[in-house]
């Protein structure tokens, strides 16, 4: 069973900057593409960055040049480093993980940042 589990979220003020983690369990981490998703109250999940499993990374426009994704396939980890946090950051923010060949997908249960002063 896979399990992912983030953490790292919280209370920001406007411009502060936030260290998400998601740590993963239950299979092999560098076969998985991984990504972190957000969610605001009333709107879609959307994508904020992925990592493949090769490296490579895509950001999404909004938060391009004040994020950084990165993985530690020895600790099983995937982070989200935000900086310059807006208000419109405000979000759940989910873990992803997606099989590299088979596509299978998993999602953590999210951590919740809060950008407000």
């Known amino acids: 069973q896979v399990q992912l589990v983030e953490s790292g979220g919280g209370l920001v003020q406007p411009g502060g900057s936030l260290r998400l983690s998601c740590v993963a369990s239950?299979?092999?981490?560098?076969?998985?593409?991984m990504g972190w998703y957000r969610q605001a109250p009333g709107k879609q999940r959307e994508l904020v960055a992925t990592?493949?499993?090769?490296?490579?990374?895509n950001y999404a426009d909004s938060v391009k040049g004040r994020s950084t994704i990165s993985r530690d396939n020895a600790k099983n980890t995937v982070y989200l480093q935000m900086n310059s946090l807006r208000p419109e950051d405000t979000a759940d923010y989910y873990c992803?993980?997606?099989?590299?060949?088979?596509?299978?997908?998993?999602w953590g249960k999210g951590t919740l940042v809060t950008v407000s002063s």
């Open positions: 992803n993980a997606k099989h590299f060949w088979s596509g299978a997908e998993y």
């Open positions: 239950g299979h092999i981490f560098s076969l998985y593409h």
């Open positions: 990592i493949t499993k090769g490296s490579n990374i």
